[in-house]
C-alpha cells in the first residue's frame, strides 16, 4: 500500500515536471524538422503575408495556457489564438493538444530569418521550438515594369506532350512544317514539380508553387498543412494574385476547360487543404473578389453555383466554410486577411450573386460573343467539366455521329455550343485589359491531363493543340503590347507518356490486324521504331485541327505510367464518363465506359498490363518545360524550381526585369499554316 502510494506520487511529481512538446511549426523548416539550416523551405516577397502556427503537446494532465511567437528573436506583434482539440482535429490528436495561430503576418528585411514559439503550460513549464524562412529580395532592374503577367498552364502536359502535338502539326524530313506557338517563345527552363510531401506532385501544389512560391502539400491549395480538420482554416499564403492586388491594384483573371472549382483555377485565389471543397471555393472566388481582384472567371462548373435545390446543384453545406467571429483562430482569418467570414449556404444562387456584384454572365459560346468586354465576366460553359477538344470540334463540324443517341458527343452532353480555349482567353483578355494598373491572366488547359489520366491519346493530343491555339492569342496580345509576361508551363507531367514510334501500317490495315488480335498482329505487326516510324502525315483542316486521327501510318504513344488497359491503336469513339458531371447516372452518360478496360476495343485482346494500381495513368516526378515571351523572358533559363517562378514574376512587375530587354516580346509571332 505505501509502496503504491509512493510510485503514485512520484508519477504525479514528474508529470508536474514534464514539459510539454511541438509537434509542428509552420511555415514547414528543415531546422525544425532535422536541425539542418538548409535548404530553406518557406521563402517570401518582402511584404508578403503569411500565417505563423504551432502545435503543442503539453505533458498528461496539463493544458496550454500561453504562448507567442519571435521573429528573430523579437515577439511578433499580433494576437495569438489557441484552440484545443477537444474537437475538430485529426485522428489521434489527443484533446488537450493546443493550436497557437498568429494571422497575416510579414517580413521586409531580406535574407534569411529565424522564428520561435514559445508556449507555457498550466504549471510553468515551457519548450520553445525554432524554424526558419527567407524573404527573397527584389534586385535592381534593368528593364521596364511588366504591367500584365499570363500563365498559360497545360495541365499534365509534359516534354511528349507537347512534342506529340508538333507532329500532328506536321513533320517532313525531320522539320516541322510549322512550329507550335509555344515553340517560337525566347526561352526555355526545366521546371522541377514536387510538392512539400511528395517528390509526385499533383496539380493543387503544382499550381500554387507559381503563385505563393511555396510548396504545399497534395490536395492543398495555398495553405500550409495543420492538425486540424478544417478544409478552409489551414495557415495561409499569400497569392501573387492577392500581392499584385493589395500592393498594385491589378485585376485577376481565370479561364480553364475543366470546373472552375477544380485544382488548377482555384490554386490562384482559393486557400483551402481540400482541393474537393467545391461548394466552399467557388463562394470564396465570389465572397473574395475584392481581396484577389477577380474580373475574369470562365470554364465549366455550373453545378456548384446552382442552388442546393436546383436538378443538376452539387451545393451542399457539408463542402462549404463559415469562419466564427466568436472563435479566434478562425475569426482572425477574417479579421487579419480582411476576407469574408462566409456562410454555410447550400442554397445560395451564386450566378444571380454574380450578375447582380455586375458581371456578364455567359453559358455558351454565343452569349460569350455577345458579352460586353466592359464588364466584368462569368461564364459556365458545362455543369462540370467541358467536353474536350475533339468532341467539340467534331460537333462544330456536323460530322460527328459518335454520340450514344445519333448525334454528336456534345449533343449527349447537351452542351452543343461551347467555346474553344482560344476564344476563352480572347475574351479574357479584351476584359482584363481595361485594368489600368494591369492584371494577372491564369489560361489552363486541364484535359491534357484529364485525358492523359484516362490513357486517350488523341483527346489529350488535340487539347494539347488547342492549348496552343490559346497560346498564341496571349502572344499576340503581348507582342502589341509591349508590356506583358507570358509564360507557357505544367503543373506536372502525366502519364508518363512516350512517343514511341509510328504505325508501319494504313488505317485500313490496322482495323483488319485488330480482327486477327493479339500481340503478334497488335504490337508486332503495327509498331515501326527509329526509320520505321516514318513522319506521319497528319492533315490540318481549316479550324486548325486535324481532319482526322485515324490516318494511315499513324503517331503511335505508349505510357510508362499507366493503369491496365487494352491497345488498338485507334481513336476512341466517345470519351470515358465523367463521374463529375451531376447527370451521369443518367441516359445517355450513364453509358458512356465508366474506365479504359471497357472503353477499349477487348476484341483485339492486345492487353497492355499497367506499372500502376487502379484504373487510372498517374502522375510523374519528371520535370516539365518552361517557355516565356516579353519583357523578362530571358530570366526562365536553365534548371529551376517551381517556387523559383513566382519570385520572377513578382520582380518583373514589382521593380522590373533584370535580364537584358529582349527583341523578340515586340516581335509578331509567325502565323499557322492553313
Known amino acids: ?251 485577376l483573371g481565370i479561364v480553364t476547360t475543366a470546373d472552375v472549382f477544380d485544382a488548377t483555377p482555384a490554386g490562384n485565389a482559393v486557400h483551402t487543404s481540400n482541393r474537393g471543397a467545391g461548394t466552399g471555393i467557388v463562394d470564396q472566388f465570389f465572397d473574395d473578389r475584392a481581396h484577389t481582384g477577380l474580373t475574369v472567371l470562365m470554364g465549366g462548373g455550373r453545378k456548384w453555383f446552382l442552388p442546393a435545390a436546383t436538378p443538376g446543384s452539387a451545393r451542399t453545406d457539408t463542402s462549404d466554410y463559415a469562419f466564427s467571429a466568436t472563435d479566434a483562430h478562425t475569426g482572425d482569418i477574417v479579421k487579419r486577411w480582411g476576407v469574408s467570414a462566409g456562410a454555410l449556404d447550400k442554397g445560395r444562387d451564386l450566378i444571380k450573386e454574380f450578375q447582380s456584384a455586375g458581371f456578364s454572365y455567359a453559358p455558351t459560346k454565343a452569349e460569350l460573343d455577345k458579352a460586353d468586354a466592359t464588364k466584368p465576366l462569368l461564364g459556365l460553359f458545362a455543369f462540370s467539366n467541358m467536353n474536350v477538344a475533339l468532341d467539340k470540334i467534331n460537333g462544330r463540324r456536323g460530322t460527328d455521329k459518335n454520340g450514344l443517341q445519333g448525334g454528336s458527343v456534345v449533343d449527349d452532353f447537351g452542351l452543343p455550343d461551347q467555346p474553344m480555349l482560344d476564344e476563352m482567353a480572347a475574351k479574357a483578355i479584351g476584359v482584363l485589359k481595361r485594368s489600368p494598373k494591369g492584371f494577372v491572366l491564369l489560361i489552363e488547359g486541364a484535359s491534357i491531363d484529364k485525358q492523359a489520366h484516362a490513357m486517350d491519346t488523341e483527346r489529350w493530343m488535340l487539347d494539347t493543340l488547342e492549348f496552343d491555339r490559346a497560346v498564341r492569342v496571349a502572344q499576340d496580345f503581348a507582342a502589341e503590347q509591349g508590356d506583358t509576361l507570358v509564360i507557357v508551363t505544367a503543373d506536372h507531367e502525366c502519364s508518363g507518356a512516350a512517343l514511341i514510334g509510328g504505325a508501319t501500317v494504313t488505317d485500313k490495315a490496322l482495323a483488319e490486324l485488330a480482327a486477327k488480335k493479339g500481340v503478334a498482329n497488335l504490337r508486332n505487326g503495327v509498331v515501326g521504331t527509329y526509320e520505321k516510324a516514318g513522319f506521319p502525315h497528319y492533315r490540318l483542316a481549316a479550324d486548325g485541327y486535324p481532319e482526322t486521327t485515324d490516318i494511315d501510318y499513324r503517331l503511335l504513344v505508349g505510357y510508362g505510367a499507366n493503369a491496365d488497359r487494352y491497345e488498338d491503336w485507334r481513336t476512341k469513339k466517345t470519351p470515358q464518363r465523367d463521374g463529375q458531371q451531376p447527370f451521369a447516372v443518367e441516359a445517355p452518360l450513364k453509358w458512356y465506359p465508366a474506365n479504359a478496360q471497357e472503353r477499349d476495343d477487348a476484341l483485339g485482346e492486345y492487353l497492355v498490363t499497367g506499372q500502376v494500381p487502379g484504373e487510372q495513368a498517374v502522375h510523374t516526378a519528371t520535370d516539365v518545360p518552361l517557355s516565356a515571351y516579353g519583357p523578362g523572358a530571358l530570366t526562365f533559363t536553365g534548371v529551376i524550381d517551381n517556387t523559383d517562378v513566382f519570385f520572377k514574376l513578382a520582380q518583373a512587375a514589382v521593380k522590373g526585369v533584370v535580364a537584358p530587354a529582349d527583341t523578340s516580346g515586340a516581335r509578331k509571332p509567325p502565323k499557322p499554316r492553313r
Open 1 to 251: 500500500m505505501k509502496q503504491a502510494l509512493f510510485l503514485a506520487t512520484l508519477a504525479a511529481a514528474g508529470s508536474a515536471l514534464a514539459a510539454p512538446s511541438v509537434t509542428r511549426l509552420t511555415p514547414p523548416s528543415e531546422l525544425f524538422a532535422s536541425g539542418r539550416a538548409d535548404p530553406v523551405v518557406a521563402r517570401f516577397l518582402p511584404g508578403q503575408r503569411f500565417d505563423l502556427q504551432a502545435t503543442v503537446k503539453p505533458a498528461a494532465g496539463q493544458k496550454i495556457t500561453a504562448a507567442r511567437f519571435l521573429i528573430d528573436g523579437k515577439p511578433v506583434a499580433a494576437p495569438v489564438a489557441l484552440r484545443d482539440c477537444t474537437a475538430g482535429c485529426v485522428k489521434g490528436a489527443a484533446a488537450e493538444t493546443t493550436i497557437a495561430t498568429v494571422r497575416a503576418v510579414s517580413a521586409e528585411a531580406a535574407g534569411k530569418h529565424e522564428f520561435s514559439v514559445e508556449a507555457t503550460q498550466a504549471d510553468g513549464q515551457k519548450v520553445t521550438a525554432r524554424g526558419n524562412f527567407e524573404v527573397v529580395p527584389f534586385t535592381a532592374a534593368m528593364g521596364p515594369q511588366v504591367k500584365n503577367i499570363i500563365i498559360l498552364l497545360g495541365d499534365g502536359m509534359g516534354a511528349s506532350q507537347r512534342t506529340a502535338a508538333r507532329i500532328v502539326h506536321g513533320y517532313a524530313q525531320g522539320k516541322a512544317l510549322q512550329p507550335l506557338a509555344m515553340d517560337t517563345f525566347t526561352a526555355t527552363a526545366l521546371v522541377k514539380t514536387s510538392s512539400l510531401n511528395s517528390i509526385v506532385t499533383d496539380s493543387s501544389p503544382g499550381m500554387t508553387s507559381y503563385v505563393s512560391g511555396n510548396k504545399n502539400n497534395n490536395n492543398e491549395e495555398g495553405v500550409f498543412p495543420d492538425d486540424t480538420v478544417d478544409a478552409f482554416d489551414n495557415p495561409r499564403i499569400e497569392y501573387l494574385s492577392e500581392y499584385l492586388h493589395r500592393t498594385q491594384g491589378k485585376q
